[in-house]
């Protein structure tokens, strides 16, 4: 695959253009190499929340390690505000490594790939846009597809 796949969210404020910034600032330090659409979703785990919107990135593989991959995306989320007071709460950015290529990872800061990338309709949908997408069904076979649950593409960042 050569390729590091991430997945963002957010439901707070201006959500598109904070996938949009959280876009601008992951391209300093990565070559993105496409971008999915935007989807709006429900909120999972903690739900008095307002709705989602997420999309999937593909981008080189970076020559940095996972663990130094995932700390340049955290300060990323950390520079745009991000605060983790409740699990699965409200965020303005989150930033999450799917695949790092075909690397098996478990650590206690990072767990590739990503350990519940295949039961999110919001991570499933948006990859299936991407041309890695083909790779990672023979590398992950995913069936049955996650139910949908209200996931509704709404633009391009």
């Not at 990323?76 to 490594?97: C, K, S």
């Not at 478990?106 to 991407?130: A, D």
């Amino acid at each position: 695959m050569k390729a590091m796949m991430l997945a963002l969210g957010t439901n707070l404020g201006n959500k598109a253009e904070h996938l949009r910034k959280a876009i601008a600032n992951i391209r300093q330090y990565f070559e993105i190499k496409e971008v999915s659409r935007i989807y709006r979703s429900n909120p999972i785990g903690y739900l008095p929340q307002p709705n989602f919107y997420n999309l999937v990135i593909l981008c080189n593989l970076p020559a940095t390690s996972p663990q130094t991959s995932l700390a340049i995306l955290q300060k990323i989320e950390l520079n745009m505000g991000r605060t983790r007071d409740i699990p699965q709460g409200p965020r303005i950015i989150d930033i999450d490594i799917l695949f790092f290529d075909t690397l098996k990872l478990q650590t206690p800061e990072l767990t590739l790939p990503h350990p519940q990338w295949h039961l999110r309709p919001f991570t499933v949908y948006p990859l299936m846009e991407l041309s890695a997408y083909n790779e990672i069904k023979i590398n992950y076979p995913i069936w049955p597809l996650p139910e949908r649950q209200g996931l509704m593409p709404v633009g391009y960042a």
